[in-house]
C-alpha cells in the first residue's frame, strides 16, 4: 500500500499478517517515534493523520523529517575523483553529488 505525505511526513506502513491489520511509523524521524495502525486502509490513513496532527500539536519543537547532514564515507581515490568533478562543474562536492543522486532517483 502507498500512501501519500501528510503535513510534510511520510508513511512507512506494512501488512501484519498476524493479525490481518496494517502496522506503520514514519518515515526520516531520528528523535521521535511516530506509529499508526487500522483494520483497512482508510483507517490507516486516518490514524496516521491523527497521529501526526497530535504530534505536531503536543510537542514543543516538532522534528522535521529527513532535515541535515548525512554522514558518508567512501575511499580517498572516489573522494578526489569525485571533487575534481565538481570542481570542473564549478560547484561545492556536496551540491554536485545532491545533483547527481537526485537525477539517479529520478530515473528509477
Known sequence: ?????YRGYSPLMYHDKDD???LGVVA????HSISFEGETE???RKDFEESIDFYLDT?????K???????????????????????????YLSDW???KLKALAEHH
Open 65 to 91: 523529517p529527513f532535515v541535515g547532514p548525512i554522514m558518508l564515507s567512501m575511499p580517498p581515490e572516489l573522494h578526489e575523483e569525485l571533487s575534481r568533478r565538481a570542481c570542473e562543474a564549478g560547484e
Open 1 to 5: 500500500m502507498d500512501m501519500s505525505p
Open 59 to 63: 510537542t514543543e519543537t516538532p522534528e
Open 20 to 22: 490481518g491489520g496494517f
Open 97 to 99: 553529488i545532491v545533483e
Open 28 to 31: 526520516g524521524l531520528y528523535h
Open 42 to 44: 482508510q483507517e490507516i
